[in-house]
T-cell receptor
Framework: GENVEQHPSTLSVQEGDSAVIKCTYSDSASNYFPWYKQELGKRPQLIIDIRSNVGEKKDQRIAVTLNKTAKHFSLHITETQPEDSAVYFCAASSRNTGNQFYFGTGTSLTVIP | DVKVTQSSRYLVKRTGEKVFLECVQDMDHENMFWYRQDPGLGLRLIYF???????EKGDIPEGYSVSREKKERFSLILESASTNQTSMYLC?????????????FGSGTRLTVV
């Protein structure tokens, strides 16, 4: 099955700096890559996703890049703010596994004011 | 907005008890999932279901079973709770099996087995 690795496990940045979280996957058939943000005590929420026919997607301060050849994808947060502090999870899925997601182990991001 | 509702936010149960965790979604989603979330291990899939009365094992099904008698409801059952099942349990749903859709998660049930 699919194996998703996520790095780093913890990340601290100064407010206003950028944060980058990286994930790799093993199954070349994976074609959908969502990112979830989980604030303390709350449910994970989808913040951005990318499909395999696209190399990059942006939504305001958040962007995701995908390199299918290298089987890795990354989340980029620019101009970080304290409210960006949360745990971020990447995931991968393919139609071969019927929309079943394989999650990374999470990155705890702390934005220092 | 799709809502996924988990019946309990916090539960404390004794070792050996049979435990039921309930999850209900209100947007006619076909797919429903149960995950457990543990520090350093991320989200691990226990069971999932693509249709009523249908279930498939995830990565860690041992000690658990599920029931999906109605499309909107997916129950996770701990047949005989053990302390190593103390965890946060998250239910999720998505629209259909062959689509690329993000999950909608419930708020989670933090289960403590004593």
């Amino acid at each position: 099955g699919e194996n998703v690795e996520q790095h780093p496990s913890t990340l601290s940045v100064q407010e206003g700096d950028s944060a980058v979280i990286k994930c790799t996957y093993s199954d070349s058939a994976s074609n959908y890559f969502p990112w979830y943000k989980q604030e303390l005590g709350k449910r994970p929420q989808l913040i951005i996703d990318i499909r395999s026919n696209v190399g990059e997607k942006k939504d305001q301060r958040i962007a995701v890049t995908l390199n299918k050849t290298a089987k890795h994808f990354s989340l980029h947060i620019t101009e970080t703010q304290p409210e960006d502090s949360a745990v971020y999870f990447c995931a991968a899925s393919s139609r071969n596994t019927g929309n079943q997601f394989y999650f990374g182990t999470g990155t705890s991001l702390t934005v220092i004011p | 907005d799709v809502k996924v509702t988990q019946s309990s936010r916090y539960l404390v149960k004794r070792t050996g008890e049979k435990v039921f965790l309930e999850c209900v979604q209100d947007m006619d989603h076909e797919n429903m999932f149960w995950y457990r979330q543990d520090p350093g291990l991320g989200l691990r899939l226990i069971y999932f279901s693509y249709d009523v009365k249908m279930k498939e094992k995830g990565d860690i099904p041992e000690g658990y079973s599920v029931s999906r008698e109605k499309k909107e409801r997916f129950s996770l059952i701990l047949e005989s709770a053990s302390t190593n099942q103390t965890s946060m349990y998250l239910c999720a749903s998505s629209l259909w099996k062959d689509g690329d859709d993000g999950y909608t998660f419930g708020s989670g049930t933090r289960l403590t087995v004593v």
